[in-house]
């Protein structure tokens, strides 16, 4: 390269440049020219320097021990030039990785450069002093910065997104998303579920890692904003402060209302407002560069609309297959801070969490793992019984009694219960009961039979209902003949069987049952089945042919759940159980893939193989005992063990988790009504009239009225409910069809005070009218109470509904007393007149 070239060469690409050209043209006389292999080094730290390096081209690496970064350097590097001039030792070590072509001059001949043109190092002084006064106000800006922003600095992120659900998956999924742009982002979400810490993971994902991240806390903002937006003229805030670093906004809901339309300015332009003083001029708007970050546990729409991207988190209690995950990270966590020798936790103590619903997420699940592991005392396994939750509503007061009697677990696992019992005893067993009613004499004196039916049956069932709900529907005949109907059907006439017409069941299935249920209940009456054999087997054969009618056309048990009267009946009764089958609604969802308790498949684990639930019941879905036959397929199905027989408060999910139908009251106050419908010569006689029941038309007709009358004083009270809330306009009355429930403990009893007669007067005969039925003739034991007796029982049955009733009343309604007296009154009027005709004093 000629000279010329060499010191336009000096002047353009150099940081030389700042030289006149003679004093260019001097260096460039004195340079030569050196041609370096690679990997040779050139300069060694903290020597003294050899000579004045340019590189002309090639690629050369520095690096020093201060620094533990290295860089390329390119061509018009100058080396060793400050190291000359202060006649200081080299500050970083030089390596070839190419070829290299250098210019160079040696140290002495640079000197005597220095010695005749002074003005080479005045120059570069002059340069150095400008730069060192740069370097000092951004130390000193920097160091302004960091003591705004040092109290709200998030140093790093606590932890990842623990967990392999679909749910942790698509968290994880969304927050490298938004990671990956600088659009703003509201992350939404329950309380505890450490939404700041996924912020952080935003930032420290993204290409702005390195810039700081701050966290505010919006209900401690002044209403002003001025910390945010700083103040015009003023002290800059935190927003100019922070650059182009992560703003996060926490708990936005709690953001005092006067700045939600700054902030929702903020973030849909990136421009902000700064503070002015009183009196003072309007400031100009200034535009953010920070990312921001918003967290909320409630919705404000003039600022969500604003927002790119929201992350909604799940809550705990629909990600309890990641529990034992996080439950495990916790106690390393907790462990290793509290120095702690490693512990586990049982699978039993993680299905007791699963139970649980966690309405404080994360923190509470944390809280609970620290507790657990102060109780230790030593032990390196948490068991069930250290494990201390609350209770979820759907679990106070309840109790069990699988896990508190084994046996009986055992024994509703067995192929006794139901199966055995169904198809070694019951199926034989009605149809022996059947051909009785038929062949038998057809009075209740002489046909055991029919004596079983109206004085056994009727009261037992009735006295079932409070303590075991819907269980005669599990051993009844009806589905029995029902099943086998439906297996022979389908070996005959190879088929796939209906689905089911859900929505028109759930529309009319109820009021099908209602109106079968009213028909039945008439010709009970006005041809005396209670003492008529034949039409006793009738009536039970026409129940049966229905379900197997329906089990030949639609799969599993359609009837039952939808169509059967008595079951209808038994799954209103049930609501009032002190019993109730449930599954582990955190086991299910964690755990459970297959849904063999309600689909039905192979054997897996502990759980055998079915044909699931009968009635298309989850066991984890239900909230009130109508649907579940206490069949127990869904016991026997689960290998996990989540299902669960409880013990409760009797009737509890009627004020809380139940769901009124207007089928159901209309099926209620049909069972309230045939209490006076079975009591027709008392009402006759207390009344004074002659209402002629031996003639067919007067005795429907009077059966009708009886059968819709006394509905008017529920009616009644409800009207004048509605008064009083025209009235009073704090007191807002509840839906007639929910307060209507409350008179179901009245209606139990009233049908249970009625059958009391037929069972402790006829149902200890059973044995001479076994005899009787058979054509014999002899003494035999027997057992009848007083009629005193019968009538305390009676009475006592209708005082306790009359009590149960109220007491539900107001639990349903949650309302005063006085509010409720309407109804409450009705309630003893009812009673009083059962008491009139059933008790008769």
């Given at each position: ?18 030289l ?5 043209t001097?260096?460039?006389?004195n340079?030569s ?14 020597t ?5 390096y340019?590189?002309q ?9 201060l620094?533990?970064s290295q ?10 030039l400050?190291?000359?001039l202060?006649?200081?030792?080299t500050?970083?070590q ?13 140290r002495?001949?640079?000197q005597a450069?220095?010695?005749q ?6 120059a570069f002084?002059?340069?150095l ?5 740069e370097?000092s ?5 920097e ?11 998030v140093?790093?992120a606590?932890r ?5 659900s679909?749910y ?7 927050i490298k ?5 600088k659009e703003s982002?509201?992350?939404?979400g ?5 939404k700041?810490?996924l ?8 290409a702005?890692?390195r810039q700081p991240?701050?966290?505010i806390d ?6 002003s904003?001025?910390?945010l937006?700083?103040?015009s ?8 402060s ?5 703003l996060?906004?926490n708990?936005i ?5 006067e ?6 300015n903020?973030?849909?332009?990136n421009q902000?407002?700064p ?10 708007p ?14 404000i729409?003039?600022?969500n609309?604003?927002?790119a ?6 809550p ?9 995950e996080?439950?495990n ?11 702690l020798q490693?512990t586990?936790?049982?699978p039993e ?11 404080n997420?994360l923190r ?7 507790r657990a592991?102060?109780?230790l005392q030593g ?5 069930e019984?250290?494990v201390?939750q609350?209770q979820?509503k759907k679990?106070?007061y309840r109790?069990?009694l699988?896990?508190?009697?084994p ?7 067995s192929?006794?219960y ?13 149809a ?14 002489e046909?055991?039979a ?5 004085a056994?049956?009727w009261?037992?069932?009735l ?7 819907r269980?005669w529907?599990a051993v ?17 006439f190879?088929?796939s069987l209906k ?10 299935g109820g009021?099908?049952?209602?109106g079968l249920?009213?028909?039945?209940l ?5 041809w005396d ?5 034949y ?5 039970l054969?026409?129940?049966?042919a229905g379900a197997?009618i329906?089990s ?14 008595i079951?209808g ?13 449930r599954?582990?609604?955190g086991?299910?969802s964690a755990e ?12 897996k684990?502990e759980?055998?193989e079915t044909n699931g639930?009968?009635?298309y019941?989850h066991?984890?879905q239900?909230t009130?005992?109508k ?6 397929t869904c016991?026997?199905?689960?290998p996990h063990?989540?299902v669960?027989?409880n013990l ?9 988790t139940?769901?009124?139908?207007s ?5 209620l106050?049909?069972l309230l009504?045939?209490?006076f ?7 006759s006689?207390r009344l ?8 067919f038309?007067?005795?429907?007709l009077?059966?009708i009225?009886v059968?819709?009358?006394?509905m008017?004083f529920?009616?009644?009270a409800?009207g004048i409910?509605?008064?009083i ?10 839906k007639?069809?929910?307060l209507?429930?409350?008179?179901l403990?009245?209606?139990?009893a009233?049908?249970?005070?009625h059958y009391l007669?037929?069972?402790?007067s006829?149902?200890g005969r ?9 054509g ?7 057992l ?7 009538a305390f ?9 009359v009590v149960?009733?109220i007491?539900?009343t ?14 409450h009154?009705?309630?003893a009027?009812?009673?009083r007149g059962?008491w009139?005709?059933i008790?008769?004093?």
């Amino acid at each position: 390269m000629n000279l010329p070239d060499l010191v336009s060469f000096l002047q353009h690409k150099t940081c030389l440049s700042i030289l006149s050209t003679d004093i260019l043209t001097a260096i460039a006389v004195n340079l030569s020219e050196q041609t370096i292999a690679a990997q040779q080094t050139i300069i060694t730290e903290n020597t003294a320097p050899d000579a004045l390096y340019i590189v002309q081209s090639g690629r050369l690496a520095s690096n020093s021990a201060l620094e533990s970064s290295q860089s390329s350097l390119l061509s018009g590097t100058v080396l060793n030039l400050y190291a000359l001039l202060l006649d200081q030792p080299t500050q970083y070590q030089v390596e070839t990785i190419t070829e290299v072509k250098v210019w160079l001059i040696n140290r002495e001949q640079f000197q005597a450069l220095i010695q005749q043109y002074p003005q080479i190092p005045q120059a570069f002084s002059q340069q150095l002093a400008s730069q060192v006064k740069e370097l000092s106000a951004q130390l000193q800006f920097e160091q302004e910065r960091q003591v705004i922003l040092r109290p709200y600095l998030v140093s790093k992120a606590k932890r990842g997104v623990i967990g392999k659900s679909r749910y942790a998956t698509k968290l994880r999924s969304q927050i490298k998303q938004a990671a990956q742009t600088k659009e703003s982002v509201l992350i939404f979400g329950e309380p505890g579920l450490e939404k700041d810490n996924l912020a952080t993971l935003i930032h420290f994902g993204s290409a702005n890692r390195r810039q700081p991240i701050i966290k505010i806390d919006c209900s401690k903002l002044q209403t002003s904003g001025a910390e945010l937006f700083g103040r015009s003229g003023g002290k800059p805030g935190l927003i100019a402060s922070l650059q182009e670093g992560t703003l996060v906004l926490n708990n936005i809901h709690l953001l005092p209302k006067e700045l939600i339309p700054a902030i929702a300015n903020l973030v849909k332009t990136n421009q902000y407002t700064p503070i002015i003083r009183p009196g003072g001029e309007a400031a100009e708007p200034q535009r953010s560069q920070a990312r921001i970050i918003i967290i909320s546990e409630q919705k404000i729409p003039a600022i969500n609309s604003a927002v790119a991207n929201l992350i909604k988190v799940p809550p705990l209690r629909v990600r309890k297959v990641d529990l034992d995950e996080q439950i495990n990270y916790y106690l390393s966590l907790i462990g290793r801070n509290k120095c702690l020798q490693r512990t586990k936790i049982t699978p039993e103590a993680v299905r007791n969490l699963q139970t649980y619903d966690f309405p404080n997420n994360l923190r509470e699940l944390e809280s609970i793992v620290e507790r657990a592991l102060a109780q230790l005392q030593g032990c390196d396994e948490i068991t069930e019984e250290v494990v201390w939750q609350s209770q979820s509503k759907k679990k106070q007061y309840r109790l069990n009694l699988l896990n508190r009697y084994p046996q009986l677990r055992y024994w509703l696992r067995s192929d006794w219960y139901p199966t055995r019992i169904n198809y070694g005893f019951t199926l034989g067993f009605f149809a022996f009961i059947v051909l009785i009613l038929f062949f038998a004499p057809q009075n209740r004196q002489e046909n055991f039979a029919l004596n079983m039916f109206w004085a056994w049956w009727w009261p037992l069932i009735l006295i079932g209902f409070p303590f075991v709900g819907r269980l005669w529907c599990a051993v009844c005949p009806f589905m029995i003949y029902g099943e086998i109907t439906q297996k022979l059907s389908l070996i005959l006439f190879p088929r796939s069987l209906k689905k089911w017409p859900r929505q028109a069941a759930e529309q009319w299935g109820g009021w099908f049952l209602f109106g079968l249920f009213a028909l039945i209940l008439l010709w009970e009456e006005l041809w005396d089945l209670e003492n008529t054999a034949y039409l006793s087997a009738c009536l039970l054969l026409l129940i049966t042919a229905g379900a197997m009618i329906f089990s030949t056309i639609f799969e599993r048990r359609f009837w039952c759940r939808y169509l059967c009267p008595i079951g209808g009946m038994n799954g209103l009764f049930a609501k009032l159980s002190m019993t109730e089958l449930r599954a582990q609604q955190g086991t299910c969802s964690a755990e459970c893939t297959t849904y063999q308790c309600y689909k039905g498949g192979a054997a897996k684990g502990e759980g055998q193989e079915t044909n699931g639930c009968p009635l298309y019941s989850h066991p984890a879905q239900l909230t009130e005992n109508k649907d579940c036959v206490l069949c127990m397929t869904c016991l026997k199905a689960c290998p996990h063990r989540s299902v669960e027989f409880n013990l409760r408060p009797p009737g509890i999910e009627l004020w809380t988790t139940h769901i009124p139908h207007s089928y159901e009251v209309a099926l209620l106050f049909l069972l309230l009504n045939v209490v006076f419908l079975h009591r027709l010569p008392e009402i006759s006689t207390r009344l004074g009239l002659d209402l002629h029941l031996e003639r067919f038309s007067n005795h429907a007709l009077v059966s009708i009225i009886v059968l819709t009358a006394p509905m008017i004083f529920p009616l009644l009270a409800q009207g004048i409910n509605i008064l009083i809330g025209k009235l009073n306009r704090t007191f807002a009355p509840h839906k007639f069809i929910e307060l209507a429930y409350g008179y179901l403990p009245l209606v139990l009893a009233g049908n249970l005070a009625h059958y009391l007669r037929l069972g402790l007067s006829e149902g200890g005969r059973i044995l001479p009218v076994t005899m009787a039925t058979f054509g014999f003739n002899g003494s035999m034991p027997m057992l009848v109470a007083h009629p005193a007796v019968i009538a305390f029982l009676q009475g006592s049955c209708l005082i306790v509904g009359v009590v149960l009733s109220i007491l539900l009343t107001q639990k349903i309604a949650r309302q005063q007393f006085k509010y409720l007296l309407p109804q409450h009154l009705a309630i003893a009027i009812l009673a009083r007149g059962m008491w009139q005709i059933i008790v008769g004093f």
